[in-house]
T-cell receptor
Framework: DAGVIQSPRHEVTEMGQEVTLRCKPISGHNSLFWYRQTMMRGLELLIY??????IDDSGMPEDRFSAKMPNASFSTLKIQPSEPRDSAVYFCASNPWGGGFSNEQFFGPGTRLTVL | AQKITQTQPGMFVQEKEAVTLDCTYD???????LFWYKQPSSGEMIFLIYQGSYDQQNATEGRYSLNFQKARKSANLVISASQLGDSAMYFCAMRVNTDKLIFGTGTRLQVFP
């Protein structure tokens, strides 16, 4: 089985540009999570979806960030306009929903974003 | 508030020795799950081990074991017979009520020959 797939793996952009990160969860997983990892702030949950519906977006830093999940096999995280402080590794993760506390979250390889 | 605390920013251990990575958690909910993940320098997050709040036995997975002390709210990871490949960041995480995981700040483990 393919794991969680993220694209691109690396993104370098200039301040002010729009950035779109993509994620394909593991087939059959109904929960999807977007995380951001930086040295300063560690691993932060930005938003998560259950059955394509956003459940908790309290971690989204500001209106420049938006996330969508149009169907069970695809999600995007968009930053518009991007700023240098958005430079980080962005992880997507998925797990089955409703299986109790023990459901392991499977992480994608991450997208390393650099905003110049 | 629900929180995970990892007080050791870095740890060193000699190859073949055992090492304990500390994790304490805070929740008032009686039902929760505790996880450990490994993040090598390549960046991926690898699930290691899980412990449920009602599990009577400490979880074990190969060379990994979880020293679960519920009254002290601690869930320390023990790695036995350390290997060079164990050098990585290790994150403790907790799940309460919802699907989301609350992560600690991590401990960087360095295994030396």
């Amino acid at each position: 089985d393919a794991g969680v797939i993220q694209s691109p793996r690396h993104e370098v952009t200039e301040m002010g540009q729009e950035v779109t990160l993509r994620c394909k969860p593991i087939s059959g997983h109904n929960s999807l999570f977007w995380y951001r990892q930086t040295m300063m702030r560690g691993l932060e949950l930005l938003i998560y979806f259950n059955n394509n519906v956003p459940i908790d977006d309290s971690g989204m830093p500001e209106d420049r960030f938006s996330a969508k999940m149009p169907n069970a096999s695809f999600s995007t995280l968009k930053i518009q306009p991007s700023e240098p402080r958005d430079s980080a590794v962005y992880f997507c993760a998925s797990n089955p929903w409703g299986g109790g506390f023990s459901n392991e979250q499977f992480f994608g390889p991450g997208t390393r974003l650099t905003v110049l | 508030a629900q929180k995970i605390t990892q007080t050791q920013p870095g740890m060193f251990v000699q190859e073949k020795e055992a090492v304990t990575l500390d994790c304490t958690y805070d929740t008032s909910d009686p039902s929760y799950g505790l996880f450990w993940y490994k993040q090598p320098s390549s960046g991926e997050m690898i699930f290691l081990i899980y412990q449920g709040s009602y599990d009577q036995q400490n979880a074990t997975e190969g060379r990994y074991s979880l020293n679960f002390q519920k009254a002290r709210k601690s869930a320390n990871l023990v790695i036995s017979a350390s290997q060079l490949g164990d050098s990585a960041m290790y994150f403790c995480a907790m799940r309460v009520n919802t699907d989301k995981l609350i992560f600690g700040t991590g401990t960087r483990l360095q295994v030396f020959p």
